[in-house]
């Protein structure tokens, strides 16, 4: 069975930094592209970053550009995400999901951004 | 960025009636390789979103055959044969093929009249 567990979450005051992780199993993970999503309370879903399999190409949001780094490490089969200069608007339930197709998510890490 | 609209925005629905929820693009999700990404997921109250739909009509594995999905270019639809009480929810559609951005539908909220 395919699971995505995320961790990391927590309170950070605004400019502070956290980072994600998703740790895998049930599936090859040095095979699968993987990808955040975070959804704002009572808001829709938006798509936050897509790392390669390899790790060699990353993607980012224009909203966490520059700010929020993917990464991961296949010998552990995990995904992280680093985010750094953090904003309000960034406090958010953060998923990860199998794949660019995204066919299976975790349960999802609460990020809350405020002083 | 591919901008995704949903409609309705809300759908109360009777228990074993058919749904229907429209998903439409601001440019065709047709892919140079012929396929369509357009996935469609669904978000029960308190859960992470599964994906029901992959490229536009093919079902994921273990979702019930009451869902489908239909469509092609700029045009498509989630239907639900007979809606059961589990249905409730969230339901978004996603584009993967103009990417990045991946972007998502505003959601559609299905209850029960």
């Known amino acids: 069975e395919v699971q995505l567990v995320e961790s990391g979450g927590g309170l950070v005051q605004p400019g502070g930094s956290l980072r994600l992780s998703c740790t895998t199993s049930?599936?090859?993970?040095?095979?699968?592209?993987m990808s955040w999503v975070r959804q704002a309370p009572g808001k829709g879903l938006e798509w936050v970053s897509t790392?390669?399999?390899?790790?060699?190409?990353?993607y980012y949001a224009d909203s966490v550009k520059g700010r929020f780094t993917i990464s991961r490490d296949n010998s552990k089969k995990t995904l992280y995400l680093q985010m750094n200069s953090m904003r309000a608007e960034d406090t958010a339930i953060y998923y990860c999901?199998?794949?660019?197709?995204?066919?299976?998510w975790g349960q999802g890490t609460t990020v809350t951004v405020s002083s | 960025d591919v901008v995704l609209t949903q409609s309705p925005l809300s759908l109360p629905v009777t228990l074993g009636q058919p749904a229907s929820i429209s998903c439409r693009s601001s440019?065709?999700?047709?892919?140079?390789?012929?396929?369509?990404?357009l996935n469609w997921f669904q978000q029960r109250p308190g859960q992470s979103p599964r994906r029901l739909i992959y490229?536009?009509?093919n079902r994921d594995s273990g979702v019930p055959d009451r869902f489908s999905g239909s469509g092609s270019g700029t045009d498509f639809t989630l239907r639900i044969s007979r809606v059961e009480a589990e249905d409730v929810g969230v339901y978004y559609c996603m584009q993967g093929t103009h990417w990045p951005p991946f972007t998502f539908g505003p959601g559609t909220k299905v209850d029960i009249k």
């Open positions: 440019q065709s999700l047709l892919y140079s390789d012929g396929n369509t990404y």
């Open positions: 790392i390669s399999d390899s790790g060699g190409s990353t």
């Open positions: 999901a199998k794949g660019d197709g995204m066919n299976v």
């Open positions: 490229k536009a009509s």
């Open positions: 049930g599936f090859t993970f040095s095979s699968s592209a």
